[in-house]
Each structure stands twice: as C-alpha cells, then as structure tokens.
C-alpha cells in the first residue's frame, strides 16, 4: 500500500488543463504548461496523515514573471488545512522567490518567503514536506528552510487530524505574483513548463476511509520513525543558516502587518 517513487501512472492524477498536464518516459516525468488560455495542474492518488514528502522540480526557466508553480498538502472542506510551497516567477536572471505558507482550520497568514542559494530552473531539486503531530519542517535538497511548531498547548492552531492529499499547478497570477503585480506575463515565452520527477511518498502514512492509516499496522516503518523524529544539532544550523542569508519576508517579523501585536506562536520563538 507504500507508494513507489516515480510511477506518475500509479500515484498522480493530472485533475485540469485540457491535456497542458502531461505524463512522460514511461511514468517517470510528469509536465505541466501554461499559455494564455489555462494552466494545469495534479493530485495526488492517495491522502496522507503524516509522514515526509518529496518530489523533484525543475521550475519553469527563463523569463517566469507573472507565473506561480505551487506544490502543496491540502485537505478538503471549508476548514482545511494546508502546507505550501509557492514558486513565484521573475524575469530572466532575477531569483524565484520560494512562498510558504500553513493553513489550519482555514485560516494561514503565516507566509515567509525566501531566495535559493542556486538556480532551481537549472535542473532538478528535491522539494519535501515533513509533517507530524510535534512540526512541520519544509526542506530544500534535505536542507530545512522551515520549521512550525506544534504550540495548541498556548491556543495555536496546528494541522493535526484532516488527511491531504499532495497537489502542484501552475497559473497566471500576474495580477501579484512578481514585484505585486508590476511586471505581467510575457505570453510571447508560453508555453510556461515545469518538470516534476521522483515523487516519493514511500516515508508518508496513507490515510484509508476506515481511518487508520498504513503506519497504523506498522511500528518499525521508517514512516513511523518520523512520526517523532525533531531537528538534530546540524538541521538547526542549516535552518538558521538558511533564514540568516536567504530570508526575505517573515511574517512574524511584520509589526506593521500586526499592530495589535504579533501572532501567538511569534511571540514563542516559532519563528523558524
């Protein structure tokens, strides 16, 4: 019931975009496209609860501007939950800025935005989500750039009991996403494409309707292992590492955004 990286056929449904969602190389690369007329986009198979996430991106190269290249957990319902990776796209030779965001019970605003130490259009980099019941660290080639906390002990809400499912697209969002808005699409460079390869959700908990999951039967998984597993010494360096040179935006740095003061978990030093 594990699923096995890389067979798109088997754990990824393209949802949307009339056929711009495409499955390559005998299910081991999976595209997506952007012209004028729509973006695409996928989901996952299966619905996790817990357990780590990892796929490989190539981000759409050369002049992005106006595009967003999401990749993110989400559950269903009004109330949902959410962990985001948002890839914002610039023009030609600027960075991508890396947006993240968690939701839970509906409600997110807790978005911090960062640089990447190299060109992720380039090739491909490895994207992943560890979500248990203590965080949820996001990571970047096994570098962690984010950690949330699980603070409900001090009134934070945290995504702990709705199962997701893993989704990307891709859309115009020119009305935002690069410079907020001032630099548009150039609809000359569409089709826009990025690359998606070795999904794996091998470390995740699959989430069935009787609701146990697949980690439930089996103690000694390696998914069951993360369901404890904390940042060690060196993560932590990394993280600080990351959010010293790469930061660019933290919501829990944002006085004017919060003049009433900051979010609970701020002001509780989860503010990596």
């Not at 096995?4 to 990824?12: E, K, L, P, V």
């Not at 979500?131 to 002990?153: C, M």
């Not at 959010?243 to 900051?262: E, H, I, S």
Request: net charge negative; hydrophobic share 30%.
């Amino acid at each position: 019931m594990v699923a096995s990286a890389g067979n798109f056929y088997q754990d990824i449904q393209v949802t949307w975009g009339d056929g711009r969602g495409k499955i390559l190389n005998n299910s081991e690369l999976l595209t997506l496209s952007l012209d004028k007329s729509s973006g695409s986009g996928f989901q996952s198979t299966n619905q996790y609860l817990f357990g780590k996430i990892d796929m490989q991106i190539k981000l759409v190269p050369g002049n992005s501007a106006g595009t967003v290249t999401t990749y993110y957990l989400r559950s269903e319902g009004s109330s949902w939950d959410e962990i985001d990776f948002e890839f914002l796209g610039n023009l030609s030779g600027d960075p991508y800025i890396v947006h993240t965001n968690i939701f839970s019970q509906g409600k997110g605003n807790k978005e911090q935005q960062f640089y990447l130490w190299f060109d992720p259009t380039a090739d491909f980099h490895t994207y992943s989500i560890l979500w248990n019941a203590q965080h949820i660290v996001l990571y970047v080639d096994g570098t962690p750039i984010r950690e949330f906390k699980n603070l409900e002990s001090i009134g934070v809400s945290y995504p702990k009991n709705q199962s997701m499912r893993i989704y990307s697209s891709l859309w115009n969002a020119d009305d935002w996403a690069t410079r907020g808005g001032l630099v548009k699409a150039d609809w000359s460079q569409a089709p826009f494409t990025p690359s998606y390869r070795n999904f794996n959700a091998d470390n995740a908990c699959i989430w069935w309707s009787s609701g146990s999951t697949s980690c439930s039967s089996n103690s000694n998984s390696t998914s069951s292992v993360l369901l404890s597993q904390e940042l060690d010494s060196t993560s932590q360096e990394r993280l600080q590492w990351v959010q010293k040179n790469y930061m660019v935006y933290n919501y829990c740095a944002d006085t004017k955004r919060f003049p009433q003061g900051l979010p609970l978990e701020c002001t509780a030093s989860n503010t990596s």
